[in-house]
């Protein structure tokens, strides 16, 4: 016991010391914050982007929990310090999976301290979790619902459940197929006497779930479906490795579930001993699946406990991936569950072997020998593989501190501010400023056909009044769409303003048809007059259109 405690001490101060900016500093976010967060500005004092329509589109994407847990936080607090207060309720959960553990008489102190070693060490773990988005549950609800199937403890596999219902769906299709498997799997070891109660369980629990579910299924705008059907998506290049969504072609199923399985057993984050380059480097995974092979082998010989949760977990996910990509999107995109299923189902094997150790010997030798052999597995991890800690997988990777003076003015400018900017150029306003725009790169989600088709649209229109090549076209889309400043980037139009203007397909091909002839030397916004600029910053303008109006009315012949 003194040994885990030596270990446990040292990893959770090298873990403090790597991730405390990321959980502390309000001014780090993660990126896609600019899709998930942005909207909850409307629970602040001003009230800022309440009537946005852009906004009000992201948030039907949130799931119930998520919201209420952002509108207590925000209120509390600003919309920068909540997403540390709901990365923090993550690590809760993840702390309460490990006391699960510890109250259980065969676990104890080696099955919590295991628990929370593999999932905190984990580098993908903390970098979903971080930013407080939605997806930071799904790992939680993973560690909680392991936890109670270890324990036996159904009524904390439910809680789980419905927690990733009310948070992240996809981990509830994972849990929820797991959790099928887990308890026939338990039924037939026991006897199959019991298989009518095992359903009976399983069909309550698929209830639960099914209720907790039902608001994020009915939250959606019936503008914005229906969800693209594979057929359609190949169709449409944002679903392309040269689009959005980077999703189609699916990839090679046995190399991404391999490699993601064995993650657990790959180099993760900064090495104690030096990131030099070590001879066994290239056999790594290789040696991954010999520890694998090792795992389940100590299963086999009775050395440990049948990893039934462990399996019953791989199971479910692998079976929800492919019923995911045969009825893809309505499961959302199948890369998570081997993204985010695979890769913690190696991590729940060693849990599951290791928290098991000796099951067969005798109490006085079993739990001295469990307890060493598991920390000599942890601190071997963290010694030879790696603390978990990647500053550049840390999951906050956007800083307020980024073009902050524009950002400062910009959040100066009236409530109903309305920023037209190419989508590269824009992203980051309403998050850091809360004031609206025309559309950024992460607001474009092309999921919904109808939501996608506007989407399109209003990104189109915009390129037609960013490189307009007359004053009319510029002012009518203003005026149509109550855009108050335009957002230029004069690195955008150069001659080479055709390559600068990129951003992904399909809208990379509707540019250089569209535009790809035009002089740049005929575009209005190239040199815009003096007198409609508000506000100079690098290489950014930022452009009244009231005085943009004005200044073309007095001055017609004006280039």
């Given amino acids: ?128 979790i971080a930013g407080g988005l939605p997806r930071a549950f799904a790992f939680p609800c993973f560690a909680l619902w392991f936890a109670g199937a270890l324990a036996a403890k159904g009524g904390i596999r439910r809680v789980a459940i419905v927690v990733s219902a009310l948070t992240y769906p996809s981990a509830l299709a994972m849990l929820v197929a797991a959790e099928g498997i887990f308890v026939m799997a338990n039924r037939f070891r026991e006897s199959k006497t019991h298989l009518l109660s095992g359903f009976k369980h399983y069909a309550i629990t698929l209830l639960l779930a099914l209720v907790a579910v039902s608001p994020s299924l009915m939250s959606g705008d019936s503008r914005d479906g229906p969800i693209y059907s594979l057929a359609e998506a190949k169709l449409e290049p944002a679903f392309g490795k040269s689009g959005r969504l980077w999703i189609l072609p699916f990839d ?45 082998a100590f299963s086999v010989m009775g050395l440990a406990a049948p990893p039934v949760a462990a399996i019953a977990f791989f199971c479910g996910c692998a079976v929800m991936y492919f019923v995911a990509c045969r009825f893809a999107f309505h499961l959302y995109s199948p890369e998570r569950f081997y993204s985010f299923g695979m890769h913690i189902a190696g991590a729940l094997l060693l849990i599951n072997v290791l928290a098991t150790f000796g099951d067969s010997f005798h109490e006085r030798v079993r739990y001295p020998l469990r307890n060493f052999v598991g920390a000599l597995a942890m601190g071997g991890l963290w010694l030879f593989y790696g603390t978990g800690y990647d500053p550049k997988l840390s999951g906050t990777n956007i800083s307020r501190n980024h073009n902050r003076p524009l950002n400062e003015f910009v959040a100066s400018l009236p409530l109903n501010a309305r920023i037209a900017g190419h989508p590269m150029d824009s992203d980051d306003i309403p998050l850091w400023a809360a004031r609206a725009t025309m559309g950024g790169f992460e607001t474009l989600q092309p999921w919904l056909k109808g939501s996608w088709l506007r989407q399109k649209k209003r990104t189109e229109d915009t390129f037609f009044a960013l490189y307009a090549t007359d004053r009319t076209t510029a002012l009518d889309y203003a005026r149509k769409n109550g855009v108050t400043h335009f957002l230029i980037n004069e690195q955008r139009y150069r001659a080479d303003f055709v390559s600068k203007a990129r951003t992904f397909e399909p809208f990379n091909t509707f540019f250089r048809g569209t535009f790809g002839t035009i002089p740049h030397r005929s575009l209005i916004f190239q040199h815009p007059p003096a007198e409609a600029i508000v506000y100079t910053y690098g290489r950014f303008q930022v452009i009244s259109v009231a005085r943009l109006t004005r200044f073309w009315a007095a001055h017609p012949e004006a280039p």
Wanted: include cysteine; aromatic fraction near 14%.
């Fill in 252 to 296: 090679e199923p046995r190399h991404v579930f391999g490699w993601e399985f064995a993650s657990t057993f790959m180099p993760q984050g900064q090495l104690p001993l030096g990131n030099e380059p070590r001879a066994m480097d290239e056999h790594l995974p290789q040696f991954a699946f010999v520890l694998i092979a090792l795992l389940m």
């Fill in 1 to 128: 016991m003194l040994a885990i405690w030596l270990v446990l001490a040292v990893f959770f101060w090298a873990w403090a010391k790597g991730h405390g900016s990321s959980l502390t500093n309000p001014d780090l976010q993660n990126d896609d914050a600019r899709t998930a967060i942005f909207q909850y500005h409307r629970w602040e004092p001003d009230a800022a982007l309440k009537d946005d329509p852009i906004a009000n589109e992201m948030l039907t994407y949130q799931p119930p929990l998520v919201r209420g847990l952002y509108f207590v936080f925000v209120k509390a607090t600003n919309i920068f310090v909540a997403t540390k207060l709901v990365q923090a309720v993550c690590l809760l959960i993840i702390l309460a999976a490990a006391f699960v553990l510890l109250r259980a008489k065969r676990f104890g102190l080696l099955g919590a301290s295991l628990l929370l070693f593999i999932f905190l060490r984990d580098t993908w773990v903390m970098n979903r």
